[in-house]
């Protein structure tokens, strides 16, 4: 019954999965732009899109990123080709206050940006253990950002090694049961 639903689902979803294996091949300009596109289309408070994206594709942008990875991810997500910076802007909204929806907002946009990355042919992996504190405070931006990941985004890398990779397994879907106090 289970595989029944699984076929029924959006191919891309039921492919995705976060890779530590990327071709070093780079990634097409138009590319970058139509999977940062795909990524503002996604729903958003208020139309606030507070999602920011900065995508380091030269070697110093790369650097500039990595300096602040552990040396394990540091190995594998150097051989993708861009990366993308993943930040939200917390303030500058539309009623001039904290814009608490801008994480939820932010990671519906990598959802939407990894699934059309997929459907281009093209593998990605979000990452979050980078030191964030620091590499907020040490870059300048004119809005009040906050960093939640960085993504490497590239084409498959060597096949063998990705066929003994595995796909997470999910939980089963639990619906939250709220009850009053
Ligand atoms: C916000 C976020 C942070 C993550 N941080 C890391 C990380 O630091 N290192 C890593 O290897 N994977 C990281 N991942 C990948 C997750 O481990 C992965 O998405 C999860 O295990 C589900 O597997 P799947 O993406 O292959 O379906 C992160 C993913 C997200 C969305």
């Known amino acids: 019954m ?18 530590m294996y990327f071709s070093e ?8 732009k139509g999977i940062l596109l795909a990524a503002t289309q996604a729903p958003n408070a208020y139309n606030e899109q507070p999602w920011r994206f900065f995508v380091a594709k030269t ?13 394990g991810e540091k190995e594998w997500i150097s051989k993708a080709p861009v990366l993308i910076l993943l930040a939200g802007n917390m303030g500058d909204t539309h009623n001039g206050l904290y814009n608490y929806w801008t994480p939820f907002d932010t990671g519906c946009a990598w959802g939407y940006m990894s699934l059309e990355a997929q459907r281009r042919g093209y593998v990605t992996h979000c990452i979050g253990s980078f030191d964030r504190v620091d590499m907020r405070s040490e870059f300048q931006a004119s809005e009040d ?15 063998a090694l990705m066929a003994k990779e595995k796909q ?3 939980k089963t879907v639990n619906a939250v049961q709220l009850r009053r106090r």
Do not use: C, H, W
């Open 2 to 19: 289970r595989r029944v639903l699984e076929q029924e689902i959006m191919e891309e979803m039921m492919e995705r999965y976060s890779t």
């Open 25 to 32: 091949e780079p990634v097409d300009d138009e590319d970058i």
């Open 59 to 71: 070697p110093q942008d790369k650097e500039m990123l990595m300096e602040y990875m552990l040396p």
């Open 145 to 159: 950002l906050e960093i939640y990941g960085i993504v490497a985004l590239g084409r498959p890398g060597d096949a």
């Open 168 to 170: 997470m397994p999910r």
